[in-house]
């Protein structure tokens, strides 16, 4: 919604301030322009970018406009999940949570996990780690260090549609520049014509310049910002799990291990410790009444 409120914030105060000091809003409506520019954004950041990259970008778009799913009671069922399985291992060993990774959905532990249960990434991370972490019998470090490569794999995939936008947003003025220009070659052949209709070829080439520039600082590079954030806001997400993991891995109590995941977070999205206890103990509650 954030998105959304900013462009009509952008909107309000250029559109706002021009017609406050005067201006006719009409001048301003140019659908060939916005051809001209639009089409020739569109045809680069295709040429650009591969097919995949291109469909991202356009599937993330709307998701701008949705509240984030990265909030405070997704991370309190992700840590109270990793608590539960952290302590089946350290009571039963690292084989008693085999069958709950074989088939997460019919689990009585991720079952009562639907916000993670539902993120197919999200439980193939979980999952496939400790599938490592019992085959394996890998070190904190080695395990860390192929997290890290996953991560940043993962990482790059989902800022690709940002840069690719970003790119987008640094093309826009030049392209503004190109629908200014074949607007004053319009106006070199109305010479000699009426002076108000030479007048409204200068206007509509001026305003090829303006909608470049707009476009580009007012809606293209602040929505590769956002997409930005919401990959960095991913970013952390499996950062946290990563470092749980760890931490068990080292030898950490449940307890602790989810400890180091929470503290990793940041503040508008980390539960407090006592939030965090009271949700573990629903959850434990709730599996002995399943139980």
């Not at 914030?9 to 916005?34: F, M, R, T």
């Not at 993330?60 to 405070?72: E, M, T, Y």
């Not at 392209?175 to 007048?199: D, K, Y």
């Amino acid at each position: 919604m954030t998105v959304l409120l900013g462009g009509i914030i952008v909107l309000a105060a250029v559109l706002g301030g021009y017609v406050l000091s005067h201006g006719d809003i009409l001048a301003l409506w140019q659908p060939y322009e916005l051809i001209i520019i639009g089409g020739a954004a569109l045809g680069a950041f295709i040429t650009a970018n591969s097919t995949k990259v291109s469909i991202a970008t356009f599937k993330q778009i709307p998701k701008l406009l949705l509240k984030s799913r990265f909030n405070k009671t997704l991370y309190l069922e992700l840590l109270a999940l990793l608590y539960q399985l952290f302590h089946i291992i350290r009571r039963e060993g690292l084989i008693a949570v085999e069958h709950h990774i074989e088939d997460p959905h019919s689990s009585n532990i991720f079952t009562r996990f639907p916000l993670i249960l539902r993120d197919k990434y999200t439980m193939t991370f979980i999952c496939d780690y400790l599938r490592i972490i019992i085959l394996g019998q890998m070190k904190a470090y080695e395990l860390e260090n192929l997290m890290d490569i996953d991560l940043e794999t993962h990482y790059h995939e989902k800022s690709a549609p940002a840069t690719a936008l970003s790119k987008v947003a640094d093309a826009l003025p030049g392209f503004g520049i190109v629908a200014a220009v074949l607007g004053i070659v319009i106006t070199m052949q109305s010479l000699g014509g009426p002076p108000e209709v030479i007048g409204v070829h200068v206007a509509a080439a001026l305003v090829g310049t303006f909608l470049g520039i707009l476009l580009a600082y007012g809606f293209v590079a602040p929505l590769s910002q956002a997409m930005e954030h919401s990959a960095d806001e991913e970013s952390k997400f499996y950062e946290c799990i990563k470092i749980c993991l760890l931490a068990s891995v080292s030898g950490m109590p449940p307890q602790v291990a989810v400890e180091f995941g929470r503290k990793a977070l940041y503040s508008h999205v980390r539960p407090d410790f006592y939030e965090l206890e009271e949700h573990i103990k629903a959850s434990k509650q709730e599996s002995s009444l399943n139980n």
